[in-house]
C-alpha cells in the first residue's frame, strides 16, 4: 500500500520569503500523480500543484514549484515571494495512474505567514 | 465557488439521531467521493461512486450509508453515529474514471459534525 509522510506538522515563513514544504513517499509503482492541496481556514481544499511521475521536469505553478526527486521518493513544495493568502494547511497525496481514482494523503502541515 | 456544494455546513447531532449530508457538483463530472478529515490523520477516503456506480468502500462501518442518485449528487446517511465519528466530512468530485488520465478532484467546503 502506498503511503505518504509529511514530518513539519508546522511551519512558519516571513512575508515575501521563500519556505519548502516536505513530502516522501512509498510505493512499488513506476507511474503514478502527486499533488499538493492547499485547505485555508475556510475549509475548501483547493490544488496548488501536481507532478505526473513520468515527467521530468519539475512543475512549476506561478509562486508554487516542486522538487520532484523519483529515486528519492521525495516531492517537496517550494512557496516563494510568500504572501498572507498562503496560510493554510498544506496537504501532499499520491495517486497511481490507470482506472482507480483514490488519493493516498499526507498529514498536512500547517503553514503560517508573519509580517 | 469550486462547483462542489455541501449541506449543511454544520451538524450536531445525538447518537440516537438519523441524519444526511448532502454534496452537489456543478461540474459535470462523473466520479464522486466522501472523505473524513479527522484533527491530525490523513484525510480517510470513505466511498467512491464512478458514474453512479460504488466503487470502492474503505471498510466503513454500517452506520454510514452512501447514496448517489446522478453524477451530481451524492448523500451521506448517518444513523447511531458515535462520539468518535465527529469530524470534518468532506465531499469531492473528478471526471470519470479513464486510463491515463489525471481525474483532478476538486472538493466542497466541508459539513463539521459533532455528535454528542
Known amino acids: 500500500a502506498q503511503t505518504v509522510t509529511q514530518s513539519q506538522p508546522e511551519m512558519s515563513v516571513q512575508e515575501a520569503e521563500t519556505v519548502t514544504l516536505s513530502c516522501t513517499y512509498d510505493t512499488s509503482e513506476s507511474d503514478y500523480y502527486l499533488f499538493w492541496y492547499k485547505q485555508p481556514p475556510s475549509r475548501q481544499m483547493i490544488l496548488v500543484i501536481r507532478?505526473?511521475?513520468?515527467?521530468?521536469q519539475n512543475a512549476t505553478e506561478n509562486r508554487f514549484s516542486v522538487n520532484f526527486q523519483k529515486a528519492a521518493k521525495s516531492f517537496s513544495l517550494k512557496i516563494s515571494d510568500s504572501q498572507l493568502g498562503d496560510a493554510a494547511m498544506y496537504f501532499c497525496a499520491y495517486r497511481n495512474t490507470g482506472t482507480a481514482s483514490k488519493l493516498t494523503f499526507g498529514t498536512g502541515t500547517r503553514l503560517q505567514v508573519t509580517l | 465557488e469550486t462547483g462542489v456544494t455541501q449541506t449543511p455546513r454544520h451538524l450536531v447531532m445525538g447518537m440516537t439521531n438519523k441524519k444526511s449530508l448532502k454534496c452537489e457538483q456543478h461540474l459535470g463530472h462523473n466520479a464522486m467521493y466522501w472523505y473524513k478529515q479527522s484533527a491530525k490523520k490523513p484525510l480517510e477516503l470513505m466511498f467512491v461512486?464512478?458514474?453512479?456506480?460504488?466503487?470502492e468502500n474503505n471498510s466503513v462501518p454500517s452506520r454510514f450509508s452512501p447514496e448517489c442518485p446522478n453524477s451530481s449528487h451524492l448523500f451521506l446517511h448517518l444513523h447511531t453515529l458515535q462520539p468518535e465519528d465527529s469530524a470534518l466530512y468532506l465531499c469531492?468530485?473528478?471526471?470519470?474514471?479513464?486510463?491515463?488520465?489525471?481525474?483532478?478532484?476538486?472538493f466542497g467546503p466541508g459539513t463539521r459534525l459533532t455528535v454528542l
Open positions: 469531492a468530485s473528478s471526471q470519470g474514471w479513464t486510463s491515463g488520465s489525471v481525474n483532478e478532484q476538486f
Open positions: 461512486y464512478n458514474f453512479k456506480e460504488q466503487t
Open positions: 507532478q505526473e511521475a513520468y515527467k521530468q
